[in-house]
């Protein structure tokens, strides 16, 4: 990319708008168009973080630039990685999310998708509504779709929606909607059963909803998410999977709170290690963590569909230990 270009793109994502879509949000205003909060890059205990229009500067760890700058060291990516991943951003947005509202258009119009979502306990119309959960039935109906409002094949191959030959990536999935991703759950016991699109999963589920809560249920999984949620309990978020990136940390970690650790009771332990590993973590940065022993053989989803309350779900939260 030449200077212009690059000055392009740095008009087009301005930097306090990537921060804040990565849960930046500034202490206190110093002026108008300066800020100031906690370092996003290191593990910052007060507001050393300034902000002046579109260039950043950290008094805590010295470093400092524009957002290309700003993406290199979040990411922990090299120049041109940095801008692969902001051009990205800039234009995956607006395509996945009209990904995502084609398959919620197909949801309905699939008894086996309702069949399914039934099977594993999701029935709440509010539920599907909030997570704006979808249907993929594959073939090529959603590369049609997507054509026709005006995206191009390679724009649809890069994002991952449509595989080399043309036919739609999803096949007979239900599918939610994450932060820069989609995830597919299969209705086939014959495909793998997750699937994401390439890129990262991004953060905790709908963390934004959630960090204002002082006390913070943690899953593994969207189902596990949508089986709490549905009985209740809104200050659940999901992980997608027991480790957790960086970021998902640094969210968990962005104030004083308890976090009670669902993740599943395996019957090899791997979930109830990852558990503990994780509240070791959680510990070191001043976070209470409990671990939640559920049922051998359950998940928070298997432990409703299979009859289990809200009631007998908080007694777990009450028991759960250190």
Not at 28 to 37: A, D, N, T, V
Not at 282 to 290: H, P, Q
């Amino acid at each position: 990319m030449n200077r212009q270009a690059l000055d392009n793109l740095k008009q087009q994502i301005p930097l306090m708008g990537y921060l804040q879509a990565h849960d930046w949000n500034p202490a206190r205003q110093l002026s108008r168009g300066r800020w100031m909060g906690l370092c996003p890059l290191h593990e910052d205990h007060k507001p050393s973080f300034l902000v002046n229009k579109d260039l950043f500067y950290c008094y805590g760890c010295g470093r400092g630039g524009d957002v290309i700058r700003f993406a290199e060291l979040y990411h922990q990516v090299k120049f041109p990685q940095a801008l692969a991943l902001l051009l990205q951003w800039r234009g995956l947005a607006p395509l996945l999310h009209e990904a995502a509202s084609f398959y919620v258009m197909q949801l309905h119009r699939h008894g086996e998708a309702v069949v399914y979502l039934d099977q594993r306990g999701v029935r709440s119309p509010q539920l599907i509504e909030h997570m704006r959960i979808g249907y993929a039935p594959g073939g090529s109906c959603l590369r049609r779709w997507l054509t026709q409002l005006g995206y191009s094949l390679p724009a649809l191959r890069h994002a991952g929606l449509i595989t080399a030959v043309g036919y739609d990536a999803y096949m007979h999935r239900i599918v939610f909607p994450l932060e820069g991703n989609l995830y597919g759950r299969s209705l086939s016991a014959s495909a793998p059963p997750h699937r994401f699109l390439p890129g990262a999963k991004g953060g905790l589920y709908c963390w934004e909803q959630v960090r204002r809560y002082p006390e913070v249920i943690l899953v593994e999984g969207l189902f596990d998410y949508a089986a709490l949620w549905q009985a209740g309990f809104q200050n659940v978020t999901c992980s997608l999977g027991t480790h957790l990136n960086a970021r998902q940390l640094r969210q968990l970690c962005d104030g004083p709170r308890t976090v009670y650790l669902t993740f599943d009771a395996d019957g090899n332990g791997s979930g109830q290690q990852a558990a503990q590993c994780l509240s070791r973590s959680l510990r070191e940065r001043g976070i209470t963590a409990r671990l939640v022993s559920l049922p051998e053989g359950h998940d928070p989803n298997s432990f409703f569909v299979g009859g289990g309350h809200a009631q007998e779900f908080q007694r777990l939260l009450e028991r759960a230990c250190l």
